[in-house]
């Protein structure tokens, strides 16, 4: 007679804990990472560029090809807009977005974006002053660090995330 030795239950109900664990943080994982790509689809971004530029037409492309929806808007005077929206100039590059209540300027990453949009912080907005090599954008022969600032309500600048 052969019997099958079972492991104690305290064992089974430690294994099955840790599974259900593993499903659910699986499951939530999964939720984040289709959350955000649904919610791009849906959120409109007005850039306004000059005609010209190069860099500022690869970002559009970036952020369509993350899901936004786009309006681009040439402008001849970026300083009227950078003024209309309170961008200083320490935090100026070549284009400045309009996203709900928040200003993005320069080449922020679009999943930056989407996540300060989830986030909802009191906030102007986003900015990556000038245009560093390897930003969205800015693809070359070299990618430099670079990182994105928070704005906040004062004017002051965060680092909200480094690239």
């Known amino acids: 007679m052969n019997k099958q030795h079972s492991p104690p239950k305290k064992y089974m109900l430690h ?10 943080l699986g499951f939530l994982t999964l939720y984040a990472f289709s959350a955000t790509n649904v919610a791009a689809k849906d959120i409109d971004i007005t850039v306004y560029k000059s005609a010209t530029c190069g860099c500022c037409n690869k ?40 996203v709900g209540k928040y200003f993005i300027e320069g080449h922020v990453p679009a999943t ?39 704005i906040n309500k004062q004017n002051k600048a965060t680092v909200y995330a480094n690239h």
């Open 59 to 98: 970002w559009v492309t970036h952020l369509e090809k993350e899901g936004f929806n786009v309006t681009a808007v040439n402008k001849r005077d970026m300083n009227e807009i950078k003024k209309k929206f309170g961008v200083k100039r320490e935090y100026q590059s070549c284009h400045t977005a309009k």
């Open 15 to 24: 294994r099955l804990n840790l599974k259900n664990i593993a499903i659910i």
């Open 112 to 150: 930056d974006i989407k996540k300060f949009l989830a986030e909802k912080p009191y906030a102007k907005g986003l900015a990556v002053p000038g245009m560093p090599m390897g930003s969205p954008g800015m693809e070359g022969h070299r990618k430099d660090d670079y990182s994105v600032l928070l």
